[in-house]
């Protein structure tokens, strides 16, 4: 039982790249969700989906998309990264209840 | 829409001693109250929780209370250990099953001296 996963740990971009980042949990929870950790600033809410098939913009959406494939995978793209967009990010899941379950993270920098 | 303020931003101590987290919330609405801890290099992980219906809750070296008329909740950690000193996060939820509807605060870095 791994929990939550992502990949890549780490990830290097020039500015203009394209990269996905990936999530699955196997805890079979409804709820995932997107965050992105700037220093000072906390946790702040990218995108979510609710259940399979759905998907909500969170807090801070632009310059990203996302794709939940199946009730396991939930997927973040930058299409054309931005300095800006250089942070951790983190996935989590929450089943019925308030409790958020976390990924390790992806440190990721973009030049 | 809800703000959470915490403080201090950095918080060194003694082994041993005691360290106390305050966060501020803004919305009346809030009542589910969780504290964070992250390691570094590590995802954040659920340590501690408070629904508004309770004062006080106590796990081992670890409680958490709630003052819901000033708006404030804190994060108490008796006899710190070296393995303590990590980041601490609080968060504030309407406690309505929603995960979209959390907002955390800022962070606390604890650094426990040995």
């Known amino acids: 039982n791994a929990g939550v996963t992502q990949t890549p740990k780490f990830q290097v971009l020039k500015t203009g790249q394209s990269m996905t980042l990936q999530c699955a949990q196997d805890m079979n929870h409804n709820s995932m969700y997107w965050y992105r950790q700037d220093p000072g600033m906390g946790l702040r809410l990218i995108y979510y989906s609710a259940s399979e098939g759905t998907t909500d913009k969170g807090e801070v959406p632009n310059g990203y998309n996302v794709s939940r494939l199946n009730k396991r995978e939930f997927s973040l793209r930058l299409e054309s990264a931005a300095p800006s967009q250089t942070s951790v990010y983190f996935c989590?899941?929450?089943?019925?209840?308030?409790?958020?379950?976390f990924g390790p993270g992806t440190r990721l920098t973009v030049l | 829409g809800e703000n959470v303020e915490q403080h201090p931003s950095t918080l060194s101590v003694q082994e041993g001693d005691s360290a106390v987290i305050k966060c501020t919330y803004s919305?009346?609405?809030?009542?589910?109250f969780p504290w964070y801890k992250q390691e570094l290099g590590k995802g954040p992980q659920l340590i501690i929780d408070i629904r508004s219906n309770v004062g006080e809750k106590k796990d081992q070296r670890i409680a958490v209370t709630l003052n819901k008329t000033a708006k404030h909740f804190s994060l108490h950690i008796t006899e710190t250990q070296p393995e303590d000193s990590a980041v601490y996060f609080c968060a504030a939820s309407p406690g309505d099953n929603y995960g979209q509807n959390f907002v955390f605060g800022p962070g606390t870095r604890l650094s426990v001296l040995p």
């Open positions: 989590a899941t929450v089943p019925t209840g308030d409790t958020q379950y």
């Open positions: 919305d009346s609405a809030s009542n589910y």
